[in-house]
């Protein structure tokens, strides 16, 4: 499976959580939601970051379509939110070799480890089924992925509840500087009508992603922090 095939549910979770509002109704649902993995993890996603890899994403699909104009803008909108991204508490310096890669998810092929320390935006999560969960479990599993990637959190949250804490959840890592190094040489040939490098260098922002555990993302952003980046990012 591809780099991009595999991060596309990923950024569909991502945005559907942050971006999807919580009818007053479901107050306790949103509670109980709250308990899991994800619904913590997620309070330390950066929205712009989440948005970013959404534009590049769109960007890929049309230059792969040969609508090289039409791409122009998202990478445009890209740049933007990355450059907003990189304000936001809910960026992380670390080296790379510290990350603790989730076993879920190896590094892409190709991909091409940092030496040095660098600033690191959480831009996504999956749920993950372990292979002793109960085949009704993983099933719920499976469905709640589904729900989140058609934006409908609130059927995702009760598809949850019957699988508990029982399920792994992982966020994507995305190098700072070296996604907007990439995104940057992407926009020039794109603007330059050379598609197929373009191409090759929006691959490069999506090889360079790490998968990690929502326990360390934890770890490095405090929920404090991750919370008032989610309040606050526009």
Do not use: C
């Not at 991060?7 to 308990?35: D, K, R, Y």
């Not at 993950?128 to 992925?145: G, Y």
């Not at 190098?175 to 990439?182: I, K, R, V, W, Y």
């Amino acid at each position: 499976m591809s780099i991009e095939m595999r991060f596309i549910p990923l950024m569909a979770v991502a945005a559907s959580l942050a971006l999807t509002p919580v009818a007053s109704h479901a107050t306790s649902l949103h509670t109980h939601w709250e308990q899991y993995k994800a619904g913590r993890a997620f309070r330390h996603l950066s929205m712009d970051g989440q948005k970013a890899f959404g534009d590049i994403l769109k960007a890929r699909d049309l230059l792969a379509a040969g609508n090289t104009d039409a791409a122009i803008p998202a990478l445009y909108d890209a740049s933007k939110r990355l450059t907003a991204a990189g304000k936001a508490s809910t960026k992380f310096q670390a080296a790379e070799a510290s990350l603790q890669p989730a076993p879920q998810h190896a590094p892409a092929t190709g991909h091409v480890p940092s030496t040095t320390p660098t600033d690191w935006i959480p831009v996504g999560g999956e749920f993950i089924a372990s292979e002793t969960l109960a085949p009704e479990k993983k099933a719920a599993v499976a469905t709640a992925n589904k729900q989140l990637q058609s934006g409908d959190t609130q059927q995702a949250a009760q598809s949850m509840q019957v699988v508990g804490e029982d399920v792994d959840f992982i966020v994507a890592l995305a190098p700072l500087a070296q996604t907007q190094g990439a995104l940057n040489r992407a926009t020039v040939f794109t603007e330059g009508r050379q598609p197929k490098e373009a191409l090759d260098a929006l691959d490069q922002t999506l090889n360079s992603l790490i998968f990690v555990s929502q326990d360390f993302v934890e770890t490095a952003i405090p929920a404090t922090q991750g919370g008032k980046s989610a309040a606050t990012s526009k």
